[in-house]
Nanobody
Framework: QVQLVESGGGLVQAGGSLRLSCAAS????????MGWFRQVPGKEREFVAA????????RYADSVKGRFTISRDNAKNTVYLQMNSLKPEDTAVYYC???????????????????WGQGTQVTVSS
């Protein structure tokens, strides 16, 4: 069973930066698109970014374009989310996820991902 473990969250002032990491267990990491999502209490989980299995195709939510960068290191079974110019509205629990279908490209639909990490809290103060 694949497990995903996020790290790197914390408290940061507006305008600051954080780098989230998501480490995956197992030997099939490079076969799957990986995504980052976020959720605040009372709201649905929302798409942030996704990266294809070899990193040649990326998708971003409009709200983070130009500020966040998703990347992956298949040798380390890890996907990253570099977050710059953070805003208070970026405050959320951030989750990484693995797409259901191997060799499929990035998608924004949350229901297309079936393996999730436990989440890491990101808090941006104004």
């Amino acid at each position: 069973q694949v497990q995903l473990v996020e790290s790197g969250g914390g408290l940061v002032q507006a305008g600051g930066s954080l780098r989230l990491s998501c480490a995956a267990s197992g030997r099939t990491f490079s076969s799957y698109t990986m995504g980052w999502f976020r959720q605040v209490p009372g709201k649905e989980r929302e798409f942030v970014a996704a990266i294809s299995r070899i990193g040649n195709s990326l998708r971003y939510a409009d709200s983070v374009k130009g500020r966040f960068t998703i990347s992956r290191d298949n040798a380390k079974n890890t996907v990253y989310l570099q977050m710059n110019s953070l805003k208070p509205e970026d405050t959320a629990v951030y989750y990484c996820a693995r797409r259901k279908v191997s060799f499929a490209g990035p998608t924004i639909e949350v229901e297309e991902y079936d393996v999730w990490g436990q989440g890491t809290q990101v808090t941006v103060s104004s």
